[in-house]
């Protein structure tokens, strides 16, 4: 089992950046891929980035790749998402959650999420 808790989010002007946290329980963390997903008002959920355990991998979404930056701490337990140049688009709800599975997979557990809002 494995418990996330996103932080890091707010009110910035568009160009801003926030850097969001997510904080996970359990011991195990460095075994889970983690994600970064967000939904806007209105939209379905978004995948934003990811991770790979050892953080050899990342990738990123068209939409965000080049102005946000995932990377984790595993001593930490901790996964972030550095995001720059921010825009009114940018404007969700941001989740973690993480994937013990191979990419592709559903993934496994989700914070309850933090809201960030660019403002123009």
């Known amino acids: 089992q494995v418990q996330l808790v996103e932080s890091g989010g707010g009110l910035v002007q568009a160009g801003g950046s926030l850097r969001l946290s997510c904080a996970a329980s359990?011991?195990?963390?460095?075994?889970?891929?983690m994600g970064w997903f967000r939904q806007a008002p209105g939209k379905e959920r978004e995948f934003v980035a990811t991770?790979?355990?050892?953080?050899?991998?990342?990738y990123y979404a068209g939409s965000v790749k080049g102005r946000f930056t995932i990377s984790r701490d595993n001593a930490k337990n901790t996964v972030y998402l550095q995001m720059n140049s921010l825009k009114p688009e940018d404007t969700a709800v941001y989740y973690c959650?993480?994937?013990?599975?191979?990419?592709?997979?559903?993934?496994?557990?989700w914070g309850q999420g933090t809201q960030v809002t660019v403002s123009s």
């Open positions: 959650a993480a994937r013990s599975g191979s990419a592709g997979t559903q993934y496994d557990y």
């Open positions: 359990g011991r195990t963390f460095s075994r889970y891929a």
């Open positions: 991770i790979s355990w050892s953080a050899g991998g990342t």
